[in-house]
């Protein structure tokens, strides 16, 4: 799970943490941005990380950089 999350984050997504949930949002983190929710308890099943992944691969505001939003 965490490795999702660290992928996620090598790519220019920005974690944040919401209880047991977290949302990433991709490096276009405005309206337009990509968000996906991550469940965050330990046990998370393959298929959710699996889940993070393709949604970071998938994102079209690849390596745009948006670090003032942070
Ligand atoms: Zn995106």
Redesign the pocket.
Known sequence: MEAAVAYAEAKGWTWRKMGHWGRLF???ADR???RVGVNGTPRVPFHHAEQIRRAVDR????R?SNDEDL
């Open positions: 991709c490096a276009h337009d941005g990509c994102c079209p505001h690849d745009e």
